[in-house]
């Protein structure tokens, strides 16, 4: 009875992770289509980004309440109940940000964030 109680835990621990902000991965982005536009363009469009995932950022991590943890080892967050997973947009905006990062730097664009 025990040891089904604890897979059953880990189970439903594991169907309901949301990853934290920063443990999320950029998304591949390719440079390419910013590299047409002028440096004052990327500079805003790149605040913008920025901006964007930080807010994003806050969504995901306000809807965790607690980590799942066993022995020490966490097994993920548990998220707020009607909570939405912002991961994959999270992923894709770190893309852009580094995509748009990359296309400055290949331009030499002064750096004025």
């Known amino acids: ?4 109680l604890i897979i059953l835990s880990l189970g439903l621990a594991a169907t309901a992770c949301t990853q934290r902000s920063e443990t999320i991965g950029a998304m591949a982005v390719s440079p390419q ?4 536009q002028s440096c004052e363009s990327l500079d805003r469009d790149y605040a913008d980004e920025k901006a964007k995932l930080k807010q994003l950022s806050l969504l995901q991590d306000d ?14 967050s548990v ?7 912002k991961s994959a947009a999270i992923a894709y905006t770190k ?14 664009c002064p750096q004025i964030r």
């Open 1 to 4: 009875m025990r040891a089904s």
């Open 33 to 36: 289509p910013f590299m047409a």
């Open 63 to 76: 809807a965790i309440v607690a980590d799942v943890r066993v022995l020490g080892a966490s097994l993920g």
């Open 79 to 85: 998220p707020q109940t009607g909570s939405v997973d």
């Open 95 to 108: 893309g852009r940000v580094n995509a748009m990062d990359v296309a400055m730097r290949q331009k030499d």
